[in-house]
């Protein structure tokens, strides 16, 4: 069988004098807008084969009506000459006739052919301004968002050198909503490590924990720390259109009481896999028992959509133990979270 993790020892208490840490971490770089939008090279390039594939439909068609004017006049002539040893001049008469009338048919035929190529030309040059119009509006707003960043990197280097003296004295609390608040008691398992439970471990709380939608406390109401890792998420449902590979730009967010922290998004993945800014840690008291995790879909204009929540009862799970749990999501399809979760005593 696997070996069983390490056992984890208690963190020393900090100072009674200890103060909150400020955030460590730099802020994250804007995510691109770019990604997956179509470049005024590549909508230059499908204009243009349009309008190849428009001209030889053109080109096509009127060869097609030349054929047939060609049959027809090919039959009245025919005809014509059968009946000419009738009446000469009204044959005559008769012809001229109707090669006028198929004339003016064939040239009517071919200016609404031309006009309808040339609206299709002209809804196609439409949408290619469109589509540059755009993409130069993203990357007015990138740069922006660049410059915004490099603003932020510069604030928090010049922060950093101030609190380099303070920073062993500080308790590590998280402020952000991407860090932990403080470093987990033993380094959970990697995605791909599996989890085996400690041989001979004592107590009888049971290894699943998922609570029902009330949540139950147990028995045990004293304050704990919870540690959570955000695997996965996997078979999520699509909340997005759909075309050109635009689907749900998934987060988690992870909340106990008032506390909550989530995870980067991940645009366009209905299977995400979170390998950074995934670690939290809650304090829980007395009355907390139950831990939620909810899946979202982002969205920068309307509000995000959920994509199925679970709720854990961290209660009854077996402290000083990490658990893998991959559970259905509720109201989310056929979805799935996958993640790691540990109970400790709370420290002072």
Not at 170 to 198: F, K, Q, T
Not at 268 to 280: G, S
Request: charged share 25%; net charge negative; hydrophobic share 35%.
């Amino acid at each position: 069988p696997p070996s069983p993790p390490p056992v984890a020892r208690p963190a020393a208490a900090p100072p009674a004098h200890a103060q909150p840490q400020r955030p460590v971490g730099p802020p994250r770089p804007p995510e691109s807008l770019l990604v997956g939008f179509p470049t005024p090279d590549s909508v230059e390039v499908q204009k243009a084969e349009h309008a190849r594939g428009l001209d030889a439909q053109l080109h096509q068609q009127t060869a097609l009506l030349m054929q047939r004017h060609k049959a027809n006049l090919e039959f009245l002539r025919d005809k014509c000459e059968q009946q000419k040893r009738h009446t000469y001049a009204a044959i005559d008469q008769q012809t001229m006739k109707s090669e006028l009338d198929l004339q003016a048919k064939h040239s009517e035929q071919l200016l609404m052919l031309s006009q309808a190529c040339k609206q299709r030309k002209f809804h196609l040059e439409q949408q290619a301004g469109a589509l540059e119009m755009e993409y130069n509006a993203r990357k007015v707003q990138e740069e922006l968002m660049a410059q915004d960043y490099e603003v932020h990197r510069r604030y928090f280097e010049a922060s950093t050198l101030t609190d380099l003296s303070m920073e062993a004295s500080l308790s590590p609390i998280a402020h952000s909503d991407y860090h932990a608040p403080r470093a987990d008691p033993a380094s959970p398992p990697s995605l791909a490590e599996p989890i085996a439970e400690r041989p001979g471990s004592a107590g009888g709380a049971s290894a699943t924990g998922v609570a029902s939608a009330g949540g139950s406390s147990g028995p045990r109401a004293a304050p704990v720390d919870v540690f959570v890792v955000v695997h996965g998420a996997y078979d999520l449902v699509n909340r997005d259109t759909g075309l050109m590979g635009d689907l749900s730009d998934p987060f988690v967010r992870v909340k106990l009481g008032t506390q909550e922290y989530r995870t980067p998004t991940i645009n366009d993945n209905l299977n995400p896999i979170w390998e950074t800014d995934n670690r939290f840690t809650f304090q829980a008291g007395g009355s907390d028992s139950t831990l939620e995790l909810e899946v979202f879909n982002a969205n920068k204009v309307f509000s995000n959509q959920s994509l199925g929540f679970l709720k854990v009862d961290f209660r009854s799970l077996q402290p000083q133990e990490w658990l893998r749990k991959k559970e259905k999501l509720q109201s989310g399809a056929k979805g799935q979270l996958e993640f790691d979760i540990r109970v400790e005593p709370a420290t002072a």
